[in-house]
């Protein structure tokens, strides 16, 4: 027996042949502990404003806007606000620009104008001049026209009793508004329309400018200058 085992060892180292041991089994490591994700603490932060009040911030932050905003606050307007169907955008910004901007495109939210023409017919000695001292406004005040849109102090009463209540009571102070002076500049354009069932661009300015069906002298001067700035305003925007 021990002359077997030294010719086995002397064959194997002859012809290189070696037993091998089986390689251990790998150890199996233990997972890594999971760590909770660290969660940042945000400040908690305040409402922000609606894309529309955005854009009339940002319009008025200077003290002066332009029709192309005018166009473009207008058409968020009318998209958010049902009672403003009928009412147009590009409209509206040349219309800012003929009643505010001096047929500019840089018009003015703090502009007014006197009309002693509509108080005259519209405002002395009728029932609007004591509804006007009612609500705390003079016969003067009720005839002059506010803001973007130039539009009558008492002519906004009347918009707001016909259901164009977005942006309050109507006063001089409001309507010189940026928000304001285009609600009810649309509101008028809108009033117009659901009156008088027509949609026609010029009836619908002439209308604005000098009472609805208001076709003279007056109204087609406005009108011409209206089409003029529109015109300058379609490639602007």
Not at 10 to 16: A, D, M, P, S
Not at 124 to 142: D, P, T
């Given at each position: 027996m021990p002359v077997l085992r030294t010719l086995?060892?002397?064959?194997?180292?002859?012809?290189?042949?070696?037993q091998?041991?089986?390689?251990?089994?790998?150890?199996?490591?233990?997972?890594?502990?999971?760590?909770?994700p660290?969660?940042?603490?945000?400040?908690?932060?305040?409402?922000?404003?609606?894309?529309l009040e955005k854009m009339v911030q940002n319009a008025a932050r200077d003290g002066r806007i332009s029709?192309?905003?005018?166009?473009?606050?207008?058409?968020?307007?009318?998209?958010?606000?049902?009672?403003?169907?009928?009412?147009?955008?590009?409209?509206a910004g040349a219309m800012a620009m003929t009643e505010s901007?001096?047929?500019?495109?840089?018009?003015?939210?703090?502009?007014?104008?006197?009309?002693?023409?509509?108080?005259?017919?519209?405002?002395?000695?009728?029932?609007?001049?004591?509804?006007?001292?009612?609500?705390?406004?003079?016969?003067?005040?009720?005839?002059?026209?506010?803001g973007i849109g130039q539009v009558m102090l008492q002519s906004a009463i009347e918009l707001y009793n016909r259901g164009y209540k977005r942006f309050g009571y109507p006063s001089p102070y409001n309507l010189q508004k940026v928000d304001a002076g285009i609600y009810f500049l649309l509101a008028a354009q809108a009033d117009i329309v659901?009156?008088?069932?027509?949609?026609?661009?010029?009836?619908?300015?002439?209308?604005?400018?000098?009472?609805?069906?208001?076709?003279?002298?007056?109204?087609q001067n406005h009108l011409r200058k209206y089409l003029d700035n529109k015109e300058t305003l379609k490639g602007l925007v």
């Open positions: 086995n060892a002397l064959l194997n180292g002859l012809f290189g042949v070696r091998t041991r089986a390689a251990p089994a790998a150890k199996t490591l233990p997972a890594p502990r999971a760590v909770p660290v969660v940042p603490v945000t400040p908690a932060l305040s409402p922000q404003p609606t894309t029709a192309v905003e005018v166009t473009e606050i207008s058409n968020r307007m009318i998209q958010q606000f049902s009672e403003l169907k009928g009412a147009n955008g590009l409209m901007g001096g047929n500019t495109v840089w018009v003015d939210p703090n502009a007014t104008r006197f009309e002693p023409g509509f108080m005259r017919r519209y405002i002395e000695g009728k029932a609007a001049e004591a509804y006007g001292r009612l609500r705390g406004f003079s016969a003067k005040q009720l005839a002059t026209s506010y659901k009156r008088s069932g027509r949609t026609n661009e010029s009836f619908v300015v002439m209308s604005y400018n000098g009472g609805i069906g208001a076709n003279n002298t007056q109204t």
